[in-house]
């Protein structure tokens, strides 16, 4: 070990912090761990610290501790896969990365949420709200557990609250660093890289990572031939360039960075970078019709990126949204008024004949957000009258699914979740007008033995 590396770690008291099993004794032998030459020794340090430091994604008094020796081991060029303590870091500083997007970190709206739990009138809302839960029980059992809630849950609020906003400020110690690895000879890493640099825009026109833009713009200019890089560094500048817009401060780069959208959204671009641009160009609000297609498309096919251009052999794939591009699709759409594409959910809907079921019941999340909205809190049921006719469509179409789609009840679940009949194929069919019993006739096969009624 670096013998810097190791001061770093001897310099804290691990017994006087705590973590989600009590004193933090064990995590400097977890974090050494991570220098083993051995990938399944490895493996088990991340598990271990996954758990002990960032317990369900939760941050605890010793997980911002550390952070300076996964910064400085990342330094090292000895160290094992960086490209995981990059993607470690990031988890610690925003706890589920995919939560912020299609938006990106505003972390000075981050730190005001923060402020207002420690404030007397969060407190009287806290109270009050509770107090109001309690009184509601439905029986003792209930109503001792709600009334121990409303003891530990505003300091339990606060407490996450410090050791969030410490953790992710110990990590953004590392932006330069981060930087500098936009130029390592590993395509992961510089993938990674790229990624970490998207999540710290900094706070205000003048206290804003713009050093980070101007290496992620280098990186535009010299990898255009590793599509995992470059698009990476596209969604990177997007999301940075989109929080500093929201502020109200529109620099002549990130008009510039606008302009080279256009370049990557071109048709003879590797589809993954044009998703990148896609995604990009939605979050700053130049957005045209090709890129809502992409995003479409990237939905409706699942072969529409290839795995190799998001998948490098045994690293870690594509860091944004875990490599999920069809979640992350999704939620870009979602922020569009789709009325103004009104080819969009017939290019979703088409697409489920030919889905397996897995694939259908990930669409069917997405098509019926995108039509419906977020799931309803109540569960008040929705008469088939208020229907427009986007929902109209969506629920013929999943009601037309064959049996092999509804059997089990996952697809109902589904449903049921927007308060749509779903507990049955034919209580789906009955609820938007369309025949019941029997498989239906006419039925074709989709391409993976899918039935699905015409």
Not at 13 to 38: F, I, M
Not at 112 to 141: H, W
Not at 344 to 369: H, I, K, Q, Y
Not at 372 to 377: A, H, K, L, S, V
Request: hydrophobic share 35%; proline share 5%.
């Amino acid at each position: 070990m670096d013998p810097a590396a190791q001061r770093c770690l001897d310099s804290v008291n691990w017994t006087s912090l705590h973590h989600a099993y009590g004193e933090a004794t064990d995590v400097p032998d977890n974090l050494r761990a991570l220098l083993s030459p051995n990938k399944s020794d490895r493996s088990d340090a991340y598990e271990a610290l996954y758990s002990n430091i960032f317990h369900q994604t939760t941050r605890y008094e010793a997980t911002a501790y550390a952070v300076p020796y996964l910064l400085r081991i990342l330094e090292s060029p000895t160290t094992p896969a960086p490209a995981s303590v990059i993607n470690y870091l990031v988890d610690l500083a925003l706890g589920i990365p995919s939560t912020f997007l299609p938006q990106g970190v505003d972390i000075i709206a981050w730190r005001q949420r923060a402020r207002k739990i420690n404030t007397p009138g969060y407190e009287n809302e806290y109270n009050a709200e509770q107090d109001e839960l309690v009184s509601q029980a439905r029986d003792e059992n209930q109503r001792k557990m709600r009334e121990y809630v409303r003891r530990v849950g505003l300091e339990r609020q606060r407490r996450d609250a410090k050791y969030e906003l410490a953790t992710y400020d110990a990590v953004c110690v590392g932006v330069p660093l981060f930087q500098k690895l936009l130029e390592d000879e590993d395509v992961e890493v510089r993938a990674f890289a790229a990624y970490a640099l998207a999540w710290f825009p900094g706070e205000g026109a003048a206290g804003r990572n713009s050093s980070s833009a101007v290496a992620l713009q280098r990186v535009l200019d010299r990898e255009d031939e590793d599509i995992m890089v470059l698009s990476s560094a596209i969604i990177a500048l997007g999301l940075l360039n989109g929080c500093w817009k929201d502020g109200g401060v529109v620099s002549e780069r990130t008009d510039d960075f606008i302009c080279r959208l256009r370049e990557y959204r071109a048709s003879t671009r590797p589809s993954l970078v044009r998703f990148a641009a896609a995604v990009s160009s939605v979050r700053l609000l130049h957005y045209l019709p090709e890129d809502v297609s992409v995003l479409a498309s990237v939905l409706a096919n699942r072969s529409f990126i290839p795995k190799s251009d998001a998948q490098k052999s045994d690293g870690l794939g594509f860091p944004f949204h875990d490599g999920d591009l069809f979640q992350y699709s999704g939620k870009a759409l979602n922020t569009l008024d789709l009325e103004e594409y009104p080819g969009v959910m017939p290019t979703l809907l088409d697409a489920f004949p030919r889905s397996g079921r897995v694939e259908a019941f990930e669409l069917a999340e997405v098509v019926l957000e995108l039509a419906f909205g977020p799931r309803p809190e109540d569960k008040d049921g929705r008469p088939v009258e208020s229907l427009n006719e986007i929902q109209r469509q969506t629920v013929t179409t999943l009601a037309r699914l064959g049996m092999t789609h509804w059997r089990g009840s996952i697809l109902g679940d589904i449903l049921q979740e927007w308060n749509i009949p779903g507990g049955s194929r034919d209580e789906c069919r009955r609820y938007i007008g369309l025949p019941v019993g029997g498989k239906g006739e006419g039925s074709d096969e989709g391409s993976d033995g899918e039935s699905y009624e015409e």
